[in-house]
Antibody, heavy 122, light 109 residues
């Protein structure tokens, strides 16, 4: 079945770095745009970043631009989020999510991974 | 950036009653609007896309309507499993940011 599994979360000090991974299975990963979405404790959903299916384009929320980098390895069906210069306000559950439609078409997210918790604290 | 605004923040409804949730976009998103349901400790689940099309496996008590900047999610007869937080999201081609509303919590009255 179609599945996304995030990993790499944990506790990290402010100013340090962390890399999240999202392992995809059950579909042709290289055909779909992929996103990261985060949710701070008790708060709503915040879109973080997108990478086109072929890696040709990537975009970021203003809140993470210049600090976070999205990337993908289509040969290993894995999406990444490199997070640098972490701040307390980056504390959240981070979800990866797939577009529902393959290719360049913009579409909603389905499925989502189960999420991985990142806690930024000294 | 397209700003999505949901109302109300919290909706208190009795089981079996109808719930109506609203979502407004700061500019037209045509029908590029999705609704998600999220229960505590779980990832969001896609309910509605294209403003009015139910996703696979979603019961027909869930319905969506609207276009442009005004959208509505209606749950015709609330079941116990429907008490959750609901988010709207726009997915216009441009700009590429896929903004969410702040959510509406549907709670038991």
């Amino acid at each position: 079945q179609v599945q996304l599994v995030e990993s790499g979360g944990g506790v990290v000090q402010p100013g340090r770095s962390l890399r999240l991974s999202c392992a995809a299975s059950g579909f042709t990963f290289s055909s779909y745009g992929m996103h990261w979405v985060r949710q701070a404790p008790g708060k709503g959903l915040e879109w973080v970043a997108v990478m086109w299916f072929d890696g040709s384009n990537k975009y970021y929320a203003e809140s993470v631009k210049g600090r976070f980098t999205i990337s993908r390895d289509n040969s290993n069906n894995t999406l990444y989020l490199q997070m640098n210069s972490l701040r307390a306000e980056d504390t959240a559950v981070y979800y990866c999510a797939r577009e529902t439609v393959a290719g360049y078409t913009s579409s909603p997210f389905d499925p989502w991974g189960q999420g991985t918790l990142v806690t930024v604290s000294s | 950036e397209i700003v999505m605004t949901q109302s109300p923040a919290t909706l208190s409804v009795s089981p079996g009653e109808r719930a109506t949730l609203s979502c407004r976009a700061s500019q037209s998103v045509t029908t590029n609007l999705a609704w998600y349901q999220q229960k505590p400790g779980q990832a969001p689940r896609l309910l509605i896309y294209g403003a009015s099309t139910r996703a696979t496996g979603i019961p027909d008590r869930f319905s969506g309507s609207g276009s442009g900047t005004e959208f509505t999610l209606t749950i015709s007869s609330l079941q116990s499993e429907d008490f959750a937080v609901y988010y709207c999201q726009q997915y216009n081609n441009w700009p590429p940011e896929r903004t969410f509303g702040q959510g509406t919590k549907v709670e038991i009255k």
